[in-house]
């Protein structure tokens, strides 16, 4: 690739940072050059992004009829799955399961909430509610 | 204190650079990941991460690290710990000591990133060259400038949990026995590096290539995990700070310097064959992202194809290229 042909595509997902990309030079020499990011990657981060975060409004949808626990929502809103959380917080994945359920939710403790919201960022209010 | 830091295309990499340069050595980011025989391709159907198998266009983190021992005889310490509180006290031991140290840390608790570049990935390298208050001056070799971050962040990326968890893992080279690079030194990192791409292992180097265009041609189109894995691909290739091309263009930076460090004009030749080759992984990068963005159909076979393709071109290079070091 030419020094010139580095895309600046100026795309959404770098959030206005620049990246070193490797480029020949008028001489030939490969240089660092900053790029303000190619479609390609954007399309690419994009449905990554996109796929979690249409996960979460699933849940949302799901804890809002009643058949998913907040800390279903606050899962998928924090991009983590099961086994992400299960070594996050301590719980074997089986509890974790557990308690993405209205009803094994409802029974946690204080201070099992506590291990859960510490995993998320979370104070525990926000945990048992929907943002 | 100042720190000079320079801007560099992938984390490891750029880190190990500028820790060294800051100890005085004439380190470039190429030709530290070069040395280290860090270019790769690996493909590793069972293991996932957030559902997505690894494909990896480099060595494993911290070979970059471990890499620099060779060459420049360069011992690193690691250290890692059980608790986040330990782990700060130590990190702020060695900062009053005057030392910059590495870390690997979580990349999606790290407040500076962009919030669409928060994942979590377990294996992102940084330096941290002080502490003013409670904000830990950083630098983050993937971005233009260094930043900061407040210590209850940094710790929370220090220990996340997960694939690869950093458990607080610090390091800070001990002692550095050559301070420039012999040029025998350069050609076995070369021929080193065209062993792993030509190992013959079903899932790492160009077998590796292949191994992947076999599974991807056997894809139904229709199915959205296809364009998922698709998508996957490309952004290992791309988006995760790679310098383009999977880091291609970069070992090609790499190849260029070591021609006269290697004392092997032919090298020269070789890196307009890698930026060439790069190009085509460029290639398939536009293709498969239209594919993903639904401007043409998902055809996996016509993406399998055109990594046999590279593949082809990647087994010649290598084997021309390990005689020519020789």
């Known amino acids: 690739?030419?020094?010139?042909?580095?895309?600046?595509?100026?795309?959404?997902?770098?959030?206005?940072?620049?990246?070193?990309?490797?480029?020949?030079?008028?001489?030939?020499?490969?240089?660092?050059?900053?790029?303000?990011?190619?479609?390609?990657?954007?399309?690419?981060?994009?449905?990554?992004?996109?796929?979690?975060?249409?996960?979460?409004?699933?849940?949302?949808?799901?804890?809002?009829?009643?058949?998913?626990?907040?800390?279903?929502?606050?899962?998928?809103?924090?991009?983590?799955?099961?086994?992400?959380l299960a070594q996050s917080s301590g719980f074997w994945q089986w509890r974790v399961r557990r308690h993405l359920e209205p009803r094994g939710f409802a029974r946690l403790s204080g201070a099992q909430l506590g291990r859960y919201a510490q995993a998320l960022g979370l104070t525990v209010t926000e945990l048992r509610q929907l943002p | 204190m100042t720190f000079d830091h320079r801007h560099a295309a992938h984390c490891e990499s750029g880190v190990v650079a500028n820790l060294l340069r800051h100890h005085g050595l004439d380190m470039s980011e190429s030709l530290a990941f070069g040395?280290?025989?860090?270019?790769?391709?690996?493909?590793?159907?069972?293991?996932?991460?957030?559902?997505?198998?690894?494909?990896?266009?480099?060595?494993?983190?911290?070979?970059?690290?471990?890499?620099?021992?060779?060459?420049?005889?360069?011992?690193?310490?690691?250290e890692s710990f059980r608790s986040e509180t330990s782990g700060q006290e130590r990190l702020d031991a060695l900062l009053a000591e005057g030392r910059v140290v590495g870390l690997q840390t979580s990349v999606y608790w790290l407040p500076y990133f962009p919030p669409d570049m928060r994942f979590h990935f377990n294996a992102h390298n940084l330096l941290v060259y002080g502490k003013e208050g409670d904000d830990?001056?950083?630098?983050?070799?993937?971005?233009?400038?260094?930043?900061?971050?407040?210590?209850?962040?940094?710790?929370?990326?220090?220990?996340?949990?997960?694939?690869?968890?950093?458990?607080?893992?610090?390091?800070?080279?001990?002692?550095?026995?050559?301070?420039?690079?012999?040029?025998?030194?350069?050609?076995?990192?070369?021929?080193?590096?065209?062993?792993?791409?030509?190992?013959?292992?079903p899932i790492a180097g160009v077998r590796g290539i292949r191994f992947l265009a076999s599974r991807l041609e056997r894809l139904p189109a229709d199915e959205p995990a296809t364009a998922a894995l698709i998508g996957h691909i490309v952004r290992m290739q791309e988006e995760?700070?790679?310098?383009?091309?999977?880091?291609?263009?970069?070992?090609?930076?790499?190849?260029?310097?070591?021609?006269?460090?290697?004392?092997?004009?032919?090298?020269?030749?070789?890196?307009?064959?890698?930026?060439?080759?790069?190009?085509?992984?460029?290639?398939f990068a536009l293709k498969a992202a239209r594919m993903v963005k639904g401007r043409e159909p998902v055809v996996p076979p016509a993406i399998a194809a055109l990594l046999r393709e590279l593949a082809v071109r990647e087994e010649a290079f290598f084997r021309e290229l390990k005689t020519a070091v020789r």
């Not at chain 1, 690419?44 to 979690?52: N, P």
């Not at chain 1, 996960?55 to 924090?78: D, F, I, N, T």
Request: aromatic fraction near 8%; charge should be positive; include cysteine.
């Open chain 1, 1 to 84: 690739m030419e020094a010139d042909n580095v895309p600046q595509e100026g795309n959404a997902t770098l959030g206005g940072q620049r990246k070193a990309v490797y480029a020949r030079d008028a001489s030939g020499r490969l240089v660092i050059v900053t790029s303000r990011g190619w479609e390609v990657e954007e399309i690419v981060t994009r449905q990554a992004v996109d796929a979690m975060a249409q996960q979460a409004e699933v849940s949302r949808e799901r804890v809002l009829a009643g058949v998913a626990s907040p800390l279903e929502y606050w899962m998928h809103a924090r991009r983590m799955d099961v086994a992400l």
């Open chain 2, 35 to 78: 040395l280290a025989s860090a270019l790769s391709f690996a493909y590793l159907p069972f293991i996932k991460v957030s559902g997505q198998p690894v494909v990896a266009y480099r060595a494993l983190p911290r070979a970059i690290i471990r890499g620099m021992k060779a060459p420049l005889d360069a011992h690193f310490r690691f």
């Open chain 2, 136 to 201: 830990y001056l950083i630098s983050d070799p993937v971005f233009e400038h260094p930043v900061r971050c407040p210590s209850a962040d940094l710790a929370r990326a220090r220990f996340a949990k997960g694939v690869l968890a950093p458990k607080g893992l610090l390091y800070y080279p001990q002692r550095i026995e050559r301070r420039s690079v012999r040029p025998a030194a350069v050609r076995q990192a070369i021929a080193r590096n065209c062993r792993h791409m030509l190992a013959p292992v």
């Open chain 2, 240 to 283: 995760i700070g790679t310098g383009g091309a999977g880091f291609r263009f970069l070992y090609a930076a790499f190849l260029q310097e070591a021609a006269a460090l290697a004392e092997r004009p032919a090298l020269a030749t070789f890196a307009d064959r890698l930026t060439e080759i790069g190009d085509g992984w460029r290639g």
